[in-house]
């Protein structure tokens, strides 16, 4: 039972590379959504997808761009990576509590991204 | 942005004390999550109250909720060694996703 697969784990970059990060999960869940954490400042939304074929900005989607790929995957992509990118991406998905989407969040373990 | 503050920022006990964390938040809202974060792991759901709750017990996690005030507290019973860990709270309104606080660091010493 896998949850919620991020790859890769570690990545560096160069200013100005390009690159995405992948999330797959097997819960059957609707609902996916990638966050940012850093130092002092939680977890802030990247961007979401609250079904398949719909995404939707979060607190931070500037410099990013998503895919919701199929009902299982959601990527993220760094068109143009900068130093203030560098971050730990978390991947997270969510199914229904009871028909109105309230239910808990599953993680997955994180992508560490280093834009030097 | 709607967002949950957790108090203190961080937070040191010995094993077998309580730890008490508390969460404010600026709207109205269907529900608040706490969440467990170990160093370099993803995150993992503890408990959801929701807003017509007021206080919801999970083993040794106890959660109260007050709407009025739009806070609630996170109390953890005879803490371990094991509970050292970041904790989040996280507020949910209707057709949103869930917005995350900045998290209280507890640390556990035996």
């Known amino acids: 039972n896998a949850g919620v697969t991020q790859t890769p784990k570690f990545q560096v970059l160069k200013t100005g590379q390009s690159m995405t990060l992948q999330c797959a999960q097997d819960m059957n869940h609707n609902s996916m959504y990638w966050y940012r954490q850093d130092p002092g400042m939680g977890l802030r939304l990247i961007y979401y997808s609250a079904s398949e074929g719909t995404t939707d900005k979060g607190e931070v989607p500037n410099g990013y761009n998503v895919s919701r790929l199929n009902k299982r995957e959601f990527s993220l992509r760094l068109e143009s990576a900068a130093p203030s990118q560098t971050s730990v991406y978390f991947c997270a998905s969510r199914g229904l509590a009871g028909g109105r989407g309230t239910g808990e969040l599953f993680f997955g373990e994180g992508s560490r991204l280093t834009v030097l | 942005s709607q967002q949950g503050e957790e108090d203190p920022q961080a937070l040191s006990i010995q094993e077998g004390e309580n730890a008490t964390m508390n969460c404010s938040y600026k709207?109205?809202?269907?529900?608040l999550q706490w969440y467990r974060q170990n160093s370099g792991r993803g995150l993992v759901h503890l408990i959801l109250i929701r807003s017509n709750e007021r206080e919801k017990h999970s083993g040794r996690l106890r959660v109260t909720l007050d709407t009025s005030k739009k806070s609630s507290s996170l109390l953890i019973t005879a803490s371990r060694a094991a509970d050292t860990a970041s904790y989040f709270c996280?507020?949910?309104?209707?057709?949103?996703?869930?917005?995350f606080g900045k998290g209280t660091t507890l640390s556990v010493s035996s």
């Open positions: 709207t109205s809202i269907n529900n």
């Open positions: 996280a507020t949910n309104q209707a057709g949103t996703a869930l917005i």
